[in-house]
């Protein structure tokens, strides 16, 4: 990320944080909504700058993506609602645990999010599915009825930094590989995962 979009994204933050503590001190959900969204994709677009640049390292340990879908529709709810998007969460039981970061998974979850939300023009649902595949592997999907992906293309030169591209590349950075994917005629984009070797201790 070239340092000057990085210093003017940096400089967005504080009059956005600002709008947004006026908003819920005014009780205006939308306001508040819009500014958390636009809080949200900054805030991730940094984070992976961080990453790049070697000031925060992985920490990589059993994740579940339970976990990390909860974190991420938790702070995303307030936004779906000032949209009029329903959420709807498809989550298999007793899923393995995954190696990650859980910072990453869960900002790279909420862009994918954003992402869709952002295709989704006149679709009215969002779909979140984890589910196992062969050898307890499993997969993580963002999805919805209503938007086409096939002209959707990821800019292997980063010099793309809308919600989408921000995912591909926090994913990425967690060693996975976001993309396009198809669940019972809804379109989106997904991720695969190994499970973790490592044994959770409880």
């Keep these: 990320m070239d340092l000057g979009f990085r210093v003017a994204v940096e400089q967005l933050l504080e009059p956005l944080q600002a709008l ?12 508040f909504a819009q500014a958390a969204h636009a809080l949200d994709i900054l ?3 940094l984070l992976y700058n961080r990453f790049q640049a070697n000031q925060l390292e992985l920490k990589l340990e059993p994740v579940h993506l339970g976990d990390v879908l909860q974190l ?7 936004y779906l609602s000032s ?23 869960t900002a790279a979850l909420k862009m994918a999010c954003h ?11 969002l779909n979140l599915d984890i589910h196992k595949m062969a050898a307890d592997n499993l997969r993580l999907s963002v999805l919805s009825p209503d938007i086409e992906v096939s002209k959707i293309r990821f800019q292997s030169e980063r010099q793309s930094f ?7 590349e ?4 967690n060693g996975a590989t976001l993309s396009k994917t198809q669940i019972n005629g809804y379109q989106g984009f997904g991720v695969s995962f190994k499970k973790s070797q490592q044994l959770q201790l409880v």
């Design 20 to 31: 947004k503590h006026d908003a819920e001190y005014r009780e205006n959900s939308f306001a």
């Design 43 to 45: 805030e991730s677009i």
């Design 72 to 78: 991420a529709t938790d702070s995303l709810r307030g």
């Design 83 to 105: 949209q009029n998007i329903d959420l709807d969460l498809n989550v298999q039981n007793n899923l393995p645990p995954v190696h990650g970061d859980k910072r990453l998974l």
């Design 115 to 125: 992402g869709v939300i952002d295709l989704n023009k006149q679709g009215h649902v």
């Design 162 to 168: 809308g919600a989408l591209q921000t995912a591909f």
């Design 170 to 173: 926090l994913f990425k950075l």
